[in-house]
C-alpha cells in the first residue's frame, strides 16, 4: 500500500503542476497578480512532495518512509491555504474559478493518500497485526 500511495502523490504532484501551469493557469496582468506569487508557492509545494515521493522509493529504512509520508500529508494540506497567499477579488477570475480549486483538491487527495499508509502501520501495531479467519 506504500509504494501505491507514493505512485499516486507523485502522479498527482506532477499532473497537477502541469495542469495549474497550461489549462489551469492563474490570472494574468501586466505586472505580477497575488495568485500567480500563490500558484508559485503552490508549486514548490508540488516539487516537494514529488522530491519526498523520490526519497521514499530510495530509502530502505520504514521509519524514514513512515516520515516521508507525514511530511507529503502535511505538504498536502498546506497546499489548503495556498489561496490565503493572494487571490484576486472577482469570483469569476480564472484562479478562483480553475487554479484554487484544482489545488484544493489535490491537496485533499495527497494528504489522505499519504496518511492512510501511516494509519494502517499504526492499526496493525495497536491491534497485533492482521488476522485471517481460518485463525
Known amino acids: 500500500m506504500r509504494q501505491t500511495s507514493r505512485i499516486l502523490t507523485a502522479i498527482l504532484s506532477v499532473g497537477t503542476f502541469l495542469l495549474v501551469h497550461t489549462v489551469c493557469k492563474p490570472c494574468h496582468g501586466m505586472m505580477t497578480m497575488p495568485c500567480e506569487r500563490s500558484t508559485t508557492a ?39 491555504f495556498v489561496p490565503l497567499l493572494g487571490q484576486c477579488q472577482v469570483a469569476s477570475m480564472s484562479c478562483r ?24 502501520s499504526i492499526l496493525k501495531k495497536t491491534t497485533g497485526g492482521t488476522h485471517h479467519a481460518h485463525t
Open 42 to 80: 503552490a508549486g514548490l509545494v508540488l516539487a516537494l512532495v514529488l522530491l519526498s515521493d523520490i526519497l521514499s522509493f530510495v530509502i530502505k529504512s520504514e521509519r524514514l518512509r513512515a516520515v516521508t509520508s507525514g511530511i507529503n500529508a502535511l505538504l498536502g494540506f498546506s497546499l489548503l
Open 97 to 120: 474559478m480553475r487554479t484554487f480549486p484544482v489545488l484544493t483538491i489535490t491537496g485533499i487527495l495527497i494528504t489522505v493518500i499519504s496518511a492512510a499508509p501511516v494509519f494502517v
